[in-house]
């Protein structure tokens, strides 16, 4: 649609509901003063078809100017582009910064195996975004995943607890500003050039199950006084077993800006498994341009998120489509804005992915 019909239309109904609304206040003003006056429906109606009118005419006015413009602008090889600037906002490993805080979590790794050699049913290894090449330069942490045996502690509460307490207390790093406890994990903040960066240490007890050697239960830290603490069911090898190609850890990168710049309440676990149902759903005819594979996401994104289940491979009672309505409503007209952009304007993929 052209902005001058799609201003145009917004500016009358604007431009109606203000006139309309102004005047019923002049007049109901009017009445209280002198109660002799009486509504008059026939002003009402007429001041709603001026704005109307006016409202349509300045709509269609500023539509017009955008129209004009639109058609002048040249096209862009947006595919390219989009290649260069995702290359720019994914982190780099040789980053400095990042290769401060991966220092750190080596560190924090030898005093976990030191500690709790005894008590460890396999390596203690990394996951998440950093190590599957989809983490954005302005925006990471590192993810560490520790498993402790079956008859480690009593409970994942208590593991839970005394990794926090041996961290806060045993370990030391002058970076160091914060040990708190989180909803499934325990974070250490440290302050590199003035900016805070977060490393997240996930301990997970294996459950006692005959040649089991990677599902277990983490600990639920809920926080609140409204609901109980508990635990949930895991498998760290299966979350590590979704492999994304190239192009699509790409398309992630993109999505994942995306929604940090433009507020999409959607997480970056959900985003990776519908680009991988999406995929699914598409086969044979996912496009070859790139631009056109970023929009066939964005696509099946709206479409799916209010009807179709995706559920958390880990744990099958972890259904990540499970979010708020108003959430969903968010991320739809988030998808239905690029979509829109885009059919009047290609060139307009790069204000939301670059």
Not at 185 to 214: C, H, M, Q, R, W
Not at 275 to 297: C, H, M, S, W
Request: proline share 3%; with cysteine; net charge positive.
């Amino acid at each position: 649609m052209s902005k001058t019909i799609k201003y145009g239309k917004n500016g009358a109904l604007v431009g109606g509901l203000s006139f309309i609304i102004y005047n019923a206040i002049s007049q109901l003003v009017k009445m209280k003063e002198d109660h002799t006056i009486k509504f008059d429906w026939g002003e009402l109606l007429t001041q709603g078809v001026k704005g109307t009118v006016l409202g349509a005419g300045a709509g269609a006015a500023i539509g017009g100017i955008k129209d004009i413009n639109n058609s002048f602008e040249e096209p862009e090889n947006t595919s390219s582009v989009l290649h260069i600037a995702i290359s720019n906002m994914r982190l780099n490993k040789s980053d400095r910064t990042y290769k401060s805080l991966s220092e750190k979590a080596e560190k924090i790794t030898y005093c976990i195996d030191c500690h709790y050699s005894e008590k460890l049913a396999g390596s203690i290894v990394r996951i998440g975004s950093t190590e599957e090449n989809t983490a954005l330069a302005d925006d990471f942490d590192i993810d560490i995943s520790v498993p402790f045996n079956p008859n480690s502690f009593r409970s994942t509460e208590q593991m839970f607890d005394d990794l926090y307490y041996h961290l806060k207390y045993n370990f030391y790093d002058p970076d160091l500003i914060e040990v708190r406890t989180q909803r499934k994990s325990v974070g250490l903040i440290f302050n590199l050039n003035g900016e805070k960066y977060k490393i997240d240490v996930v301990p997970y007890k294996i459950s006692a199950k005959k040649g089991n050697k990677t599902s277990g239960y983490l600990f639920v830290n809920n926080n609140s006084a409204f609901q109980k603490d508990s635990f949930t069911k895991t498998d760290i090898n299966k979350l590590k077993g979704i492999i994304l190609s190239p192009i699509q850890q790409k398309i992630l990168v993109a999505i994942k800006s995306w929604k940090l710049n433009f507020n999409v309440p959607i997480s970056s676990h959900l985003v990776k498994l519908l680009i991988l149902d999406a995929y699914e759903v598409n086969r044979g005819k996912i496009p070859q341009d790139f631009t056109k594979k970023l929009l066939t996401i964005v696509r099946h994104i709206r479409d799916e998120i209010n009807f179709k289940k995706i559920v958390s491979v880990e744990n099958t009672n972890n259904v990540l489509t499970d979010i708020s309505e108003s959430k969903k409503a968010k991320i739809t007209k988030a998808c239905d804005r690029v979509l829109d952009e885009y059919d009047y304007q290609p060139n307009s993929i790069l204000h939301f992915f670059s």
